[in-house]
């Protein structure tokens, strides 16, 4: 399968700043990754749909000027939380989708907005 | 509408009962369901997928499109199958994945 890491693994901010969270693809090559977000004792929900060398899609209802998307090389895709308000406080999880159609997944980052 | 629904948000069982993690999907198309597990403090990671027809951990699921179903399935429940059990359905050609709610299994010594 494929290694998948996330930084910072936990972070705090004020209200109204920004916040930049990696996911890196370790030992494969992938052109999609998926970035989620969990809420408290709940489920995964889809953001958006990242590809390498294009534009995010985003889920109906996502912000996408809130919640920039990156991914600019086979290994990198980062989600920038702009503006950030204390309802954006989660848990955000990065996905790495392969050639088989499975995903593997970063172990998360916890964002809590103050 | 596509949906995955797991209608038990919590399974509690003795050890070495039989378990059943129960999934339904709503898909126009032709479905391809996943089970994935996140274990206490650990990252999310696949069980299985229908397609392999695969026994993990003693675990298997069976797709039955005329119930819409894709239940989990263990003859012999184990303390380290405590766990979130979410089932997830694969929606359109980018791979995307719609999950259920999740059910969190507790096996009882």
């Known amino acids: 399968g494929a290694v998948v890491s996330q930084h910072p693994s936990r972070v705090i901010c004020k209200s109204g700043t920004s916040v930049k969270i990696e996911c890196r693809s370790l030992?494969?090559?992938?052109?999609?990754m998926f970035w989620y977000r969990q809420f408290p004792k709940k489920s995964l929900m889809l953001m958006a749909t990242?590809?390498?060398?294009?534009?995010?899609?985003?889920e109906q209802g996502v912000e996408k000027d809130k919640f920039l998307i990156n991914h600019a090389s086979l290994t990198l895709s980062t989600l920038t939380v702009t503006s950030a308000h204390p309802e954006d406080s989660s848990f955000y999880i990065c996905s790495v989708r392969t050639s088989w159609d499975e995903q593997f997944f970063g172990p998360g980052t916890r964002l809590t907005v103050l | 509408a596509q949906r995955v629904t797991q209608p038990e948000k919590l399974l509690s069982v003795f050890k070495g009962a039989p378990v059943e993690l129960k999934c339904n999907y709503s898909?126009?198309?032709?479905?391809?369901l996943f089970w994935y597990v996140q274990y206490s403090r650990q990252r999310l990671q696949l069980l299985l997928r229908h397609i392999s027809r695969e026994s993990i951990k003693g675990f298997t699921a069976d797709l039955n499109k005329g119930e819409t179903s894709f239940h989990l399935k263990k003859p012999f429940a184990q303390e380290e199958d405590s766990a979130m059990y979410y089932c997830a359905l694969m929606r359109g050609s980018q791979g995307n994945l719609i999950f259920g709610k999740g059910t969190k299994l507790s096996v009882k010594p």
């Open positions: 030992d494969f090559q992938a052109t999609t």
């Open positions: 898909y126009s198309g032709s479905p391809e």
């Open positions: 990242s590809n390498e060398g294009s534009k995010a899609t985003y």
